[in-house]
């Protein structure tokens, strides 16, 4: 290999401190061409010795390629020699169109495959840069690259991953297991420990949300693939999503192959809403199911579309979903997504992906086939029995009104689908946010009697609800209340002069200050109201006193119901002047520190 291609190459732990991948926000402008049907695995022959043979382990490296790998005024690079066989394919750092071709060395090009440069699957709070979906080669040893009009105006990084032989056979369904008492008996499904999910294990423990739709996917693959290559597919998409993407897992919650088998996706269990990284904005209400392949002109077989129909039955049905109908979902936002965060968006329980997300996918042949899915899935579908035993979890709150920065503690129980502690279950605290997803904002375990208890610094009024055992409940709102301190500039003054009050205010929001006098019988009588001016946390509000006696003021924030106040503020208007120009005493400032926030009225 020539010197100055192993220069370039870059190590699969170097690939893994990339950015992390926020997908780019365009649609698909070019699916994999028709042609790609033939499958580039096929097209290099029977796979290469891959650099992960002899380990268990798929391995993830990489090749940089420059302008000067562009002969002068060419758009099609020179051929690329990578250090080791690889199995699939995928690109970072292009905005333009372009398209990869593979061989073995010496051996026949494929067929061109356009690589969609967005990747329009994204969790739905990704960073990062932008990146394409994978395409599976099958074994080959170099490559080429094909740029648009508009090429690249910087270096692009191809990313390669090497598939175990060991990967790359035929694996019997098994190991994915439906824990929930209710769930009637799920389809053959290949567990993640058959396809060797545990060579690529999950960055974090897996989120949960809820099931109401069904999002319907192609891999953008391609289909010349036979059933003994589905695991070692499966096995290089996974390595793909969590280290170039930077995702915590495989995006997609089940993948299903051309011969109608079924793959477990995304960990934390097949009955359970897991959130995946397959539609954003969507993914904490929905489950997302991903065949093998790219269906713009060409449709899927019909071992593939009645496994999709048999998984997404079963599935909704856990999850008390109908398989038809539609449903309002709130968007998430982010900028793959059609919508903008907090639109109300009308789906069909069984969608396309181009439904909810700016992208192609599910491809115009797939697409095209979504009523027949529908009308499939019928005959999967089922309704729990009449009180058939749940798991279930509760939240309670030790008070609705918590002062900004103060910690709201929630607490419950936790009880699995035969009425025993769910002892060591994992619980996410999830806040809703303004975009109407939910973030987990605290985690922890359920102990031995199934109770559990979290604290949350609360910084912003929203909902929560916990995600455990599969069991989600209902919402509750915490209100924030402003957390306000003042101080005044003076402590006496002439009467017809002015004292200031100044101070802070989080979160940021408009502060108004009560001035109340007091009578000669002692009680305290409104004066006025005098707003302050805020710049960002800090507000500054002028006072006013025409007549000598004793004030009393207080600066608040938040509204009639749920409200903040400082410490009230003494000060003294007496006749005459007391020393200082414009009517303010030279004495100390009196500072008083903040009450954190008053219980609601």
């Known amino acids: 290999m020539p010197a100055r291609d192993a220069a370039r190459l870059v190590s699969a ?108 699957h994204a969790p739905d709070t990704g960073t990062g840069a932008r990146a394409s979906d994978p395409v599976w080669t099958g074994g080959s040893d170099e490559l080429q690259l094909r740029v648009g009009r508009r090429r690249p105006a910087g270096d692009l990084r191809v990313h390669l991953v090497a598939v175990p032989a060991a990967a790359r056979r035929r694996v019997r369904p098994g190991g994915a297991v439906a824990r929930a008492a209710q769930a009637s008996t799920p389809p053959s499904i290949i567990g993640r ?58 995006g997609y919650n089940f993948l299903v192959d051309q011969y109608g088998q079924i793959f477990e996706g995304r960990a934390g269990g097949i009955d359970q809403p897991v959130i995946g990284a397959q539609a ?52 998430a936002g982010g900028d793959l997504n059609r919508y903008a965060g907090g639109t109300p968006v009308t789906l069909q329980r069984i969608s396309g992906h181009r439904d909810g997300d700016a992208t192609s996918c599910p491809g115009d042949a797939l ?23 749940v798991a279930k979890a509760t939240l309670a709150a030790d008070t609705r009104h918590v002062a900004y920065g103060q910690q709201a503690r929630f607490s419950g129980s936790v009880t699995r689908a035969d009425g025993q502690p769910a002892a060591g279950e994992a619980v996410a605290v999830q806040k809703r946010g303004k975009s109407g997803a939910w973030v987990p904002v605290a985690r922890t375990t359920v102990d031995g009697a199934g109770a559990w208890a979290a604290s949350v610094a609360w910084k912003a009024t929203g909902d929560v609800r916990v995600v455990a055992a599969g069991a989600t409940t209902q919402a509750m709102k915490i209100v924030c209340l402003p957390a306000v301190a003042a101080r005044l500039t003076a402590r006496r003054l002439t009467a017809g002069g002015t ?58 924030a938040g509204t009639p119901s749920a409200n903040g106040a400082a410490a009230p503020l003494l000060v003294r208007a007496v006749r005459g002047r007391t020393g200082a120009a414009g009517g ?10 903040a009450t954190g926030g008053v219980a609601p009225r």
């Open 280 to 331: 954003q904005g969507y993914n904490s209400h929905s489950t997302g199911v991903a065949i093998l392949g790219t269906f713009q002109d060409v449709a899927p077989s019909d071992a593939a579309l009645e496994a999709v129909a048999r998984v997404v039955g079963w599935k909704l049905s856990v999850h008390a979903a109908p398989v038809e109908g539609q449903v309002v979902l709130t968007s």
């Open 13 to 120: 732990d170097a690939s893994r401190r990339l950015p992390d991948v926020r997908d780019g926000g365009l649609t698909r402008r070019r699916a994999l061409t028709l042609g790609a049907a033939a499958g580039l695995g096929a097209m290099v022959g029977r796979p290469l010795q891959a650099l992960a043979r002899g380990s268990r382990a798929p391995r993830g490296f990489g090749l940089r390629v420059t302008a000067a790998d562009f002969p002068a005024g060419s758009r099609t690079s020179r051929p690329l020699r990578a250090s080791h066989a690889f199995d699939l394919v995928g690109l970072r750092g292009a905005r333009g169109d372009v398209e990869v071709r593979v061989r073995r060395a010496g051996g026949r090009w494929s067929r061109w495959v356009a690589l969609a440069v967005h990747g329009d």
């Open 584 to 593: 303010t005493s030279t004495s100390t400032p009196i500072r008083t520190p």
């Open 193 to 250: 420990d058959q396809w060797g999910a545990a060579q690529v294990p999950p960055r974090a423990a897996p989120s949960y949300g809820d099931v109401q739709v069904a999002f319907v996917h192609h891999t953008v693959s391609a289909n010349g693939y036979g059933p003994q290559d589905s695991a070692g597919i499966v096995l290089g998409i996974a390595k793909y999503h969590r280290d170039t993407n930077g995702w915590n897992d495989v």
């Open 499 to 556: 004292v200031r009050v100044r101070g802070a205010v989080r979160p940021a929001q408009a502060v108004s200050v009560l001035v109340e006098r007091q009578g000669s019988d002692g009680t305290w009588r409104r004066s006025q109201t005098v707003r302050g001016k805020l710049r960002g946390t800090s507000f500054d509000a002028a006072v006013r006193l025409k007549n000598p006696g004793l004030y009393r003021l207080t600066a608040k």
């Open 367 to 389: 697409y095209a086939l979504l009523p027949q899915i529908r009308e499939r899935a019928r005959k999967y579908a089922f309704t729990p029995a009449p009180g058939a035993s």
